[in-house]
């Protein structure tokens, strides 16, 4: 044991180049290793809360939107009934056994315009106070909409927007809005719209607003990009027909018999709109999101490959110089063990001194480059803990290819090539 601590610490400090360069090709890996994984879970762990924050317990049905002239047409396909104010009421005493609450909706074209010009397009998401209680998005800042805050044409009328929509106005801090007035638009009518929360993600129904890019002319206004920019105000059900209706179930078991009944409610009734059930939405994202991770997971592994293969080149080129040493070692009785487990050593040792240099460099990493993401790396502790295993195991596998070689070394033939 003596000989194999010996020589191992003999072999990293007389060849200090190549045990600098051995170290830095598995800091590096480890570091490269750390980013990936937090770039990757971090992703996935911001795409699957953000897809979560808009419930998976809730169901949508919408009315087929067209563009041409006028927003909302009175016929929905083939001429069938569209989702109407008694359609609604018809519905929350139907499904009242498995819905918490049912949420009649309005979506409109607009656009917002701020004192000094600033002015952008918009969708205005017209809605009653439980859509906040149906679809847990979260405040950024500000308050929801409450019974209280009315639409009146042409008056003041107080607003929620989405957190992109303020962002383009206040890029540095998007919770400024609150509190700002801004002018409006519905129906080709002007409101005073003041700003009185900013909630955290988009609309629900953010995936089926892509219909409206079917016709020219909504592509000309890009549309697309519509789906992320919301403001949204208060339903008036004496008023306002709905676009459509957000259904909360009462639990995630009663998502599918609630879309059945929906279904079932809405085909007795000539009504055919576009359902959205948020939990298999969810579902099916999830599951690519995780195929996509797995793949991008295989990043590191062909990284912590790659330096398998250049420390073992580097050893044994290493082990190639020592030859005449280690025949003299043999020489004077140390055994092909000791010899052999003393290169092994030396590869556990370089992974070890590596491991807080690779954590600097990740470090260093996250906090320039990668903070430039959409999210917030995560990496998981089981990553933190068995990538240093990991690493030790390529330095000892690295090492072990030289190793090899010199368990087959014959100590003659070794000191006869060196004297010639």
């Known amino acids: 044991m003596n000989v194999i601590v010996r020589e191992s610490w003999r072999g990293v400090w007389r060849r200090s180049a190549r045990s600098g360069l051995v170290v830095l090709t598995l800091a590096l890996s480890f570091s490269v290793v750390l980013v990936v994984i937090g770039v990757i879970e971090g992703g996935r762990r911001s795409i699957r809360d953000s897809l979560f924050s808009l419930g998976v317990d809730v169901i949508a049905a919408l009315n ?18 569209l989702i109407d104010r008694e359609a609604i009421d018809e519905l929350k005493v139907d499904v009242a056994d498995l819905a918490r609450v049912v949420v ?4 409109e074209l ?5 004192d000094d010009g600033i002015s952008f397009q918009n969708t205005l998401f017209v809605t009653t ?4 209680a149906a679809v847990p998005i979260g405040l950024f800042a500000g308050r929801y909409l409450d019974e ?15 957190r992109a929509l303020a962002h383009y106005y206040e890029p540095d801090d998007p919770a400024r809005v609150v509190g700002a007035a801004f002018d409006g638009y519905r129906s080709g009518k002007r409101f005073r719209a003041h700003v009185v929360g ?4 988009p609309i629900v129904l953010r995936r089926h607003m892509k219909m409206l890019d079917t016709q020219r002319k909504a592509r000309d206004v890009q549309l697309r990009r519509l789906e992320f920019l919301n403001a949204y105000v208060l339903y008036d059900p004496a008023k306002d027909e709905p676009s459509g209706v957000i259904v909360q179930a009462n ?9 059945v009944r929906m279904h079932e409610f809405f085909e007795e009734r000539g009504i055919e709109p576009y359902y959205l059930v948020q939990r298999d939405w969810i579902g099916t994202v999830l599951r690519a999101v995780n195929e996509f991770s797995f793949l991008l997971h295989f990043l590191w592994v062909v990284t912590l490959f790659v330096a398998l293969i250049l420390c073992g080149s580097i050893g044994y080129m290493a082990v190639e110089e020592r030859f005449p040493e280690i025949a003299v070692l043999r020489v004077e009785g140390a055994r092909v063990g000791d010899v052999v487990g003393a290169l092994l050593l030396e590869g556990v040792l370089l992974s070890i001194v590596s491991v807080p240099i690779g954590l600097a460099v990740a470090q260093l990493a996250f906090g320039s480059a ?29 090492f072990a290819w030289p190793a090899a070689r010199v368990a087959r070394l014959d100590p003659a033939v070794a000191l006869g090539e060196y004297r010639e």
């Open 104 to 107: 009649p909706t309005r979506i």
């Open 148 to 162: 209280n805050d009315r639409f009146v044409p042409g008056g003041d009328v107080n607003v929620v927007f989405d």
């Open 110 to 114: 607009s656009a917002t315009e701020r």
């Open 129 to 132: 106070p439980g859509y906040f």
């Open 198 to 201: 900013v909630l955290n993600d």
């Open 251 to 259: 639990t995630v078991d009663d998502v599918s018999p609630l879309s």
């Open 64 to 81: 087929p939107i067209r563009i041409e002239g006028l927003p909302f047409l009175r016929l929905g396909r083939g001429g069938s009934r």
């Open 370 to 398: 990668v903070r430039e993401l959409l999210w917030e790396p995560y990496v998981p502790p089981l990553a933190y803990w068995g990538t240093p295993i990991l690493l030790m195991l390529v330095g000892l596998l690295a």
